[in-house]
């Protein structure tokens, strides 16, 4: 990945860094030492810094993979703007004619074992349910929780039953299962879990994208289901990509053992590994995987390392619930960078837009990518 571009900490470095941009001579250039000021407060301040900031801020690296002298050029193409006293921007970047479309949030329905159904972004914190001993709980920071009744006058059923929580696109969610296991969900992702985990195993099933912190018990194995693969552990944190649009399915270790199996095929994996698996294929490919790529999206961002433009679209499409229209031919860049999933889609197209190797145009929710 690329590193971060040292901003300037004052006037005369400021100067420095254009001329050599643009090849100028000093003596045939005279720069106006109080527009340099400006010029570099307006960075600070987009940046959250003061004009002299001690070190460079962990600022939003989202740079394609080329010399750093190829971004400074880009860098001061803006502040070249200021100093000739043009108004109008850059370029056109990500026209849209309508609201600003904002990143997800928590958002997710759950379905009761009786079909009834809570749409958990619309209901207060506090109880939601009963289900026999266990009272489902809505706390403040969005998190459902299952907690044990000690005195419960609804024993529970000897039979299985099942609750499913659902994100949509645009959405997540936190749960904490009946064992204490903390799961969650990325946007459009699915977890079917019982009530009451009963028998010799602890079984979920899930599609979409999830991370696991699974609670310790060694007389149940918890086992998870996704796809045609079996994720089993006794107690350890582990993250699983099973998408429907995706070429694969990945499980990663972050933490303890797990096994992966598909059919006859199978594969230990140790901290630091992921499995992969083609979705028309039993193979299991292992890998050493960066763990923090791998969680980005639970810790708040988005990471991309050597990553095509139809992979990052796709994360883009399901965070911001948006449809994706690629417009002639594709751009085989590959992008490297950071930035938080909290910001509006804009902010991201334009750090996308500043590699020059893909534009984009929003039409409603439509996001029409161009090279």
Not at 148 to 161: N, T, Y
Not at 236 to 265: A, M, P, W
Not at 299 to 324: A, C, H, P, Q, T
Request: proline share 4%; aromatic share 8%.
């Amino acid at each position: 990945m690329a590193d971060l571009m040292v901003l300037p900490e004052n006037e005369e470095e400021a100067k420095e860094l254009i001329f050599k941009a643009y090849e100028m001579p000093k003596k045939e250039v005279d720069i106006d030492p109080e527009k340099v000021e400006a010029i570099l407060n307006a960075i600070y301040q987009a940046e959250g810094q003061s004009i002299r900031p001690v070190k460079p801020s962990p600022a939003i690296s989202f740079v394609k993979w080329f010399s750093v002298a190829a971004a400074v050029l880009v860098f001061f193409s803006a502040a070249l703007l200021f100093f000739t006293n043009k108004t109008e921007p850059l370029r056109e970047t990500a026209k849209q004619d309508t609201q600003p479309i904002v990143p997800g949030s928590n958002k997710a329905m759950l379905t009761l074992a009786d079909g009834s159904k809570v749409v958990l972004d619309e209901s207060g914190t506090g109880k939601i349910a009963d289900q026999g001993s266990m009272q489902i709980v809505k706390t403040g920071n969005g998190k459902l929780v299952y907690d044990a009744v000690k005195s419960s006058s609804s024993p529970d059923s000897d039979r299985m039953e099942y609750n499913v929580i659902e994100t949509p696109k645009g959405g997540q969610y936190q749960v904490k299962l009946p064992d204490g296991t903390d799961v969650w969900l990325n946007a459009s992702s699915t977890l079917k879990y019982p009530v009451v985990f009963k028998g010799k195993e602890r079984k979920v099933e899930m599609n979409g994208e999830a991370y696991f912190e699974v609670a310790k018990n060694k007389k149940l194995p918890f086992r998870v289901i996704s796809g045609r693969q079996t994720v089993e552990v006794l107690g350890t944190h582990f993250n699983i990509n099973n998408y429907k649009d995706e070429s694969s399915q990945k499980t990663t270790l972050l933490e303890g053992c797990v096994r992966v199996s598909v059919l006859k095929n199978m594969s230990i994996l140790k901290p630091g590994q992921q499995a992969s698996i083609e979705k028309t294929e039993t193979a299991i490919a292992v890998s050493a995987v960066n763990i923090e790529e791998v969680v980005a999206w639970k810790n708040g961002d988005f990471r991309f390392r050597s990553e095509g433009i139809e992979s990052i679209m796709r994360k883009l499409s399901r965070w911001y619930d948006v449809n994706v229209e690629f417009k002639g031919s594709i751009s085989d860049e590959k992008f490297n960078g950071t930035i938080s999933r909290a910001k509006n889609i804009n902010q991201v197209l334009e750090m996308l837009e500043e590699t020059n190797a893909v534009h984009f145009k929003i039409e409603g929710r439509r996001l029409i990518v161009m090279k």
